[in-house]
């Protein structure tokens, strides 16, 4: 969550998409950076709350319905004036993006390699220019997890940089590198275990604001 926060303050997106928002635990970090940074960003949050995603990847699915509606009680109140929640394949929300350049796209829906390139593959030309893609859980295998494969294969032809710890998170430059972010990609091997290390300690609260 503290580099979702770093993240939004450095690139200041004009447009923010996410794929599979489930109970909005993620995408309600990103809604806050906009607030807290007073950024211009138009937010747009992409699930079907059926629990589809989750049982095609093997994980429990929950009561999808019912977090929606708990979500929209906590999201609409905060964020409703940049934010808008979208119950609908992520198929289906794609024409909706045709003319509005997506400055960061967040992939977290269904893990089976196939839908994780097609997700990727499908938005990929909504993507701006110097737009960012960031994967969700990049340090799981097992069966029917390809988000790890695709990420492996991915991350050799573009510029990337990986949180390892948890679950993991991939971020990725597919078109042209913001400038702002050229020095994350550009980590080293001893950086990038200090950036970890800085952003686990963060996120349990040991350093408030840190990347």
């Known amino acids: 969550s ?9 690139l200041r997106p004009k447009v ?19 607030t807290a940074f007073d950024l211009p960003t138009r937010c747009f949050g992409v699930d079907d709350w059926t629990g589809e995603f989750c049982r095609q990847s ?37 024409p909706y993006f045709d003319e509005i350049p997506i400055n960061l796209l967040h ?7 196939s839908a994780v390139r097609h997700d990727y593959e499908n938005w990929l030309p909504a993507l701006a220019d110097d737009g960012v893609v960031l994967f969700h859980d990049t340090n799981i ?10 990420w492996r294969d991915l991350r050799q032809h573009h510029p990337s940089f990986e949180f390892r710890h948890s679950c993991g998170l ?36 040991s350093i408030p604001g840190a990347p």
Not at 2 to 10: R, V
Not at 16 to 34: I, P, R
């Open 2 to 10: 503290s580099f979702a926060l770093w993240l939004m303050a450095q």
């Open 16 to 34: 923010f998409v996410e794929l599979g928002v489930y109970a909005g635990d993620s995408y309600c970090v990103f809604c806050q950076a906009v």
């Open 58 to 94: 093997g994980f429990p699915t929950g009561n999808h319905d019912g977090n929606l509606e708990d979500l929209r009680l906590y999201h609409d109140a905060k964020y409703g004036a940049f934010s808008t929640l979208l119950p609908m394949t992520f198929d289906e929300a794609r």
């Open 107 to 113: 992939i977290d829906g269904c893990h089976l390699t």
């Open 141 to 150: 295998s097992g069966e029917g997890l390809g988000v790890v494969e695709f």
């Open 170 to 205: 991939g971020v990725i430059a597919p078109k042209s590198v913001p400038p702002v972010l050229t020095d994350l990609f550009a980590a080293s091997e001893f950086d990038i275990a200090y950036i970890e290390q800085l952003s686990f300690q963060a996120s349990a609260g």
